[in-house]
C-alpha cells in the first residue's frame, strides 16, 4: 500500500482497496514481523524458527517526532538493563527472518530493535517485483531520515530496558550499507556488524556519502562480513574499503573485513537460495565475538 494511499481516511482506503481489510495501522501492526515479503517467496525449506519462549516479543511503536515509527523488538522477558542492539533490514522490511534474527539476539540477552525504516515511503512488504520495490520506494528513502530513525530507537530502548551505553548495530545488504552510515553517525555507538553492505556509489541528495567515504568520521570499529562470489559487491570495492579504513580514525583503523571466499550475496539469508550454512554460522559467531569484544553484550 503506497503511504499516499495509507494516509487516507478509512472509508478512501476501502473504496481505492476493495475487498482489503486493514487500514494504514492495521496493516502495518500486521505486517512488522511477521509473515515474509512478497518479493522472497517461496521460503526455503532450510529457514530457520527461533522460539518466542521466554522472550517478549512483537511490534512497538517508537516516536520520531510527530510520527510513530513500527519496530519489532525483542528482549528476555522482565529484564532490563539489557545490551541494545539494532537490527537493520534488507530492502525487504521487517518480515519474519529480520524478526528471527532479533529473537536469536533476545535469546542471547539483548534488548534487540528492528525498525521499518522505508514505511513512509511505502509498503516494503507488498512488493512481489524487486525492481519495482526499489525504484518505487528503497530509491526515495534518505539516509538522514534513517539516521534521525535509528537514533529514536536507540531512545526508546533506554526507556525500556536498554543499557545504551552497550550499543551495537547489524544489518543486512541495504541495511549492511547503513550500518556503516551509523557508525560514522553515532557517537554512542560501540560496534557494527555489517553483513554484505554496499560500500561505493555515486552520490546523490538522498544519498550524498557512502561508507567509504566516511572513513574518517567512524565513531566505532565495523566488522564487514563479505562473500567472495558476491556479484553484486566486487571484492576491488572490499580491497579499496580496506585502503580507507588503513588511514582513517582509530575506530576506521580497527575496523576488519572477513571474505568467505564461495559465499554469493545474502549468505546468512537462510530463507532464500542463496543461503550458504556454513559461512552463515562462521559470521554470527564473529558478529558475537566482535560485540562481546567492543563491551556490547
Known amino acids: 500500500m503506497s503511504n499516499e494511499i495509507a494516509s487516507l481516511p478509512r472509508d478512501e482506503i476501502d473504496r481505492l482497496t476493495p475487498g482489503r481489510d486493514f487500514s494504514r495501522r492495521g496493516f502495518i501492526a500486521t505486517a512488522v514481523g511477521s509473515g515474509f515479503a512478497a518479493a522472497v517467496l517461496p521460503v526455503g525449506a532450510q529457514t530457520i524458527k527461533t522460539t518466542s519462549d521466554g522472550l517478549t516479543t512483537g511490534e512497538v511503536m517508537i516516536p520520531v517526532g510527530d510520527f510513530k515509527m513500527p519496530a519489532y523488538r525483542a528482549l528476555p522477558a522482565g529484564k532490563s538493563g539489557l545490551p541494545v542492539v539494532l537490527v537493520v533490514s534488507e530492502i525487504f522490511g521487517v518480515h519474519e527472518h529480520i524478526a528471527d534474527v532479533a529473537r536469536r539476539f533476545a535469546h542471547l540477552g539483548y534488548l534487540a530493535i ?8 511505502g509498503d516494503a512488504q507488498s512488493y512481489g517485483e524487486i525492481a519495482k520495490l526499489v525504484s518505487e520506494v528503497i530509491a526515495k528513502v534518505p539516509d538522514a531520515q534513517v539516521m534521525a530513525d535509528l537514533d529514536a530507537c536507540v531512545a526508546w530502548a533506554g526507556a525500556n530496558g536498554g543499557d545504551t551505553a552497550r550499543l551495537g548495530i547489524t544489518g543486512f545488504c541495504w541495511g549492511g550499507r547503513i550500518v556503516w552510515l551509523y557508525a560514522a553517525h553515532s557517537a554512542k555507538l560501540k560496534a557494527g556488524v555489517a553483513w554484505y553492505g554496499r560500500l561505493v556509489g555515486t552520490p546523490n541528495a538522498l544519498q550524498p556519502k557512502n561508507p567509504i ?11 564487514g562480513l563479505y562473500g567472495g562470489a558476491d556479484a553484486g559487491i566486487p571484492l ?51 558478529c558475537l565475538a566482535w560485540f562481546k569484544a567492543h563491551g556490547v553484550s
Open 236 to 286: 576491488d570495492s572490499v580491497d579499496k574499503m580496506k585502503a580507507a579504513l588503513a588511514t582513517g580514525s582509530p575506530p576506521a583503523r580497527e575496523s576488519k573485513f572477513v571474505v568467505f571466499p564461495d559465499a554469493p550475496h545474502a549468505f546468512h539469508a537462510d530463507y532464500r537460495p542463496s543461503f550458504r550454512k556454513d559461512a552463515a554460522e562462521d559470521g554470527w559467531k564473529r
Open 114 to 121: 528492528a525498525p521499518e525504516l522505508f514505511v513512509r515511503q
Open 213 to 223: 567515504d566516511l572513513v574518517a568520521a567512524l565513531h566505532a570499529p565495523v566488522l
